[in-house]
């Protein structure tokens, strides 16, 4: 096991096999084009959800911090954002308008 990739994790589980687990850190990935269509799906099922009476009880149990710097070291490593949240937004200063269900997204 020492002489595993280091940004790959492992661990025993069951009788004593080895599975291997990747280190996955989002700020590598913040903005890109899966977190954009993510959050805007989001965005349109809760919308739809809170036009009934009923309460809702929403918990998303694979958040991380929420909020991340694209300007940062980790995001300027990927640049992922440029085809994600990046390319919306220069699409709307670009042609000065967007799709309506991008509204909730950029609020």
């Keep these: 096991v020492n002489s595993l990739v280091k940004s ?3 661990r ?3 009788c004593n096999r080895l599975v291997r687990f990747l280190n996955y850190r989002h700020s590598y990935h913040a903005g890109n084009f899966g977190d954009v269509l993510k959050h805007s799906v989001y965005c349109i099922l809760l919308r739809s959800l809170i036009r009934k009476p009923k309460p809702v009880f929403v918990l998303d149990t694979h958040s991380s911090c929420g909020l991340f710097s694209l300007e940062d070291e ?3 490593r990927t640049l992922e954002h440029q085809t994600g949240v990046s390319r919306l937004l ?3 200063v670009t042609k000065g308008s967007y799709h309506p ?3 909730d997204f950029l609020d």
């Design 8 to 10: 790959t994790l492992w």
């Design 12 to 14: 025993r589980i069951g």
């Design 74 to 76: 980790t995001s300027r």
């Design 90 to 92: 220069n699409y709307i």
């Design 101 to 103: 269900a991008c509204q």
